[in-house]
């Protein structure tokens, strides 16, 4: 893969999109790798540093891996690989080790782990987190954290990002 700047990152990926076109965020915090599929994500600046956020719910197996992270990756599938992320959205790493069943190439020599099949890779260093103040939100989204509680905000400084030669 080919590092690019950050602020190139729109010219290849729609922030808007990854609701319906999702990535999976991966993290290791040094004994444990696992990632899950996203559909919530948000890029911008913070803390004057070009950022991503990523939202875990606390149910997460990834979560506890996640909160031991220095940093994360984002990953966007190429379309032949897109069947993982069902894989990564519906099963949880506390049943199965997703990484060694995923058929996909895990690079663990960087920053963070990411998939080598990715069409793109943002890797981010974890600069804060919190947990969502479910006391904060009008009625129209407190229904989402009804049942199981609110999801933990990884706030990431975006440190590299990545794109396939190919
Ligand atoms: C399309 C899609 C988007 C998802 N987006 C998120 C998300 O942004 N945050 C989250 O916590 N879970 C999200 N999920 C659910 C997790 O990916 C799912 O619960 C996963 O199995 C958790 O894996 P883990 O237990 O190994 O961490 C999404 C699932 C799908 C299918």
Do not use: Q
Not at 3 to 20: C, G, M, V
């Amino acid at each position: 893969m080919k590092e690019i700047h950050a602020k190139e990152l729109f010219s290849h990926i729609d922030p808007f999109a990854i609701h319906e076109d999702p990535a999976i965020a991966l993290a290791t915090d040094g004994k444990e790798t696992n990632g899950l599929t996203i559909g919530w994500a948000e890029y911008g600046v913070l803390w004057s540093k070009p950022a991503a956020t990523v939202y875990v719910h606390k149910t997460r197996y990834s979560k506890h891996i996640f909160d031991g992270a220095e940093y994360y990756a984002i990953c966007y599938l190429k379309e032949e690989n897109k069947d993982v992320l069902g894989y990564f959205g519906s099963v949880s790493g506390r049943d199965e080790n997703k990484m060694e069943k995923c058929g996909l190439t895990a690079v663990t020599d960087d920053l963070a782990p990411y998939f080598a099949e990715s069409k793109l890779v943002v890797i981010c260093r974890v600069m804060g987190r919190n947990d969502f103040d479910p006391d904060s939100v009008d009625a129209g989204v407190v229904g989402w954290y009804a049942r199981e509680g609110v999801h933990t905000l990884y706030h990431g400084e975006i440190v590299k990002v990545l794109i396939a030669e190919d």
